[in-house]
């Protein structure tokens, strides 16, 4: 059975959590440069975690500041197997409210700053060029278990969810939000892309889970998201977050995941490189 560890990255309003004693703490440098902030390592009922707050512990760090590529990069530098991640995130659908969890299943890409690849053919990095599928963004494994957890607490929750990642940092007009809407997103954030697609490069386990803090833009009669409003719902519900990662650590560890470690690999990490010409 393949030990795991679990990296969690804790985003808006979940930086500092209470989710466990810390046993070390300590910088990770990278091929990439710094991650965000300094690694924090513990346990969660006995599962080896390491904590990273992905926009800087005192929240310092906008989204397309933050350097995906390095966090990924140290997780899997300390050995992790799988990321959870928990992101604020504004809602395109009348029937997610402020305070649901919706757990992402797909994603749409409206950044335009970030780098998304390892493979950039920068001297020092991974060489050649990697063309990933995506068919399958997220670990639907992982993914089933943080739905399930939910589920166990009693929490709303969406099952699945296609969440757009917008550049940021400001937030969308209307005409983008009910844009997005018919394309058919759940959900709208900053921060999923490229962290989903780094992980997959790594051939590390990935899963979400959104919280709804706000309706965006769309919504007539009433006012547009705001900030404040998102830390505030976010803030009021952190709890129920860290319940949820609390509870997911030990299903996924009690869990064999050997087989779907290496396919992943298979699939991407161990991927023959197209060699640049
Ligand atoms: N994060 C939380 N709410 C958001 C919104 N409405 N748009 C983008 N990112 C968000």
Not at 8 to 29: A, M, R, W, Y
Not at 134 to 155: R, V
């Amino acid at each position: 059975m393949t030990p795991v560890k679990i990296g969690i990255i804790g985003g808006s309003g979940l930086n500092n959590p209470d989710l466990f004693e810390v046993t070390s703490e300590s910088p990770q440098d990278t091929p990439y440069g710094p991650p965000s902030d300094i690694l924090r390592e513990g346990l969660i009922g006995g599962v080896p975690c390491v904590l990273l707050a992905r926009h800087g512990r005192k929240h310092t760090i906008m989204p397309t500041k933050v350097n995906y590529r390095a966090n990924l990069w140290a997780l899997k530098e300390r050995g992790c197997t799988h990321v959870l991640v928990s992101t604020a995130c504004g809602s395109l659908q009348e029937n997610i409210h402020p305070g649901d969890f919706v757990i992402l299943d797909q994603f749409i890409d409206r950044t335009t700053k970030r780098s998304q690849t390892f493979y950039d053919g920068e001297e020092g990095h991974p060489p050649g060029i990697l063309h990933l599928p995506m068919g399958t963004p997220f670990c639907s494994d992982t993914t089933t278990h943080l739905k399930e957890c939910c589920e166990a607490l009693g929490y709303t929750v969406h099952p699945t969810g296609t969440v757009v990642t917008i550049e940021g940092p400001r937030f969308s007009s209307k005409a983008e939000s009910r844009m997005f809407r018919q394309w058919g997103a759940d959900v709208i954030n900053m921060t999923t892309v490229p962290e989903v697609v780094l992980a997959r490069e790594l051939g590390m386990c990935y899963a979400a889970i959104a919280m709804a803090t706000d309706y965006d833009s769309w919504r007539e009669g009433h006012e547009a998201v705001t900030v404040e409003a998102v830390m505030a719902t976010f803030r009021s519900n952190a709890e129920k977050a860290i319940n949820v990662l609390k509870m997911a650590v030990a299903k996924i560890a009690a869990e064999d995941w050997s087989q779907r470690i290496s396919a992943l690999k298979n699939s991407c990490h161990d991927v023959e490189p197209v060699p640049v010409s």
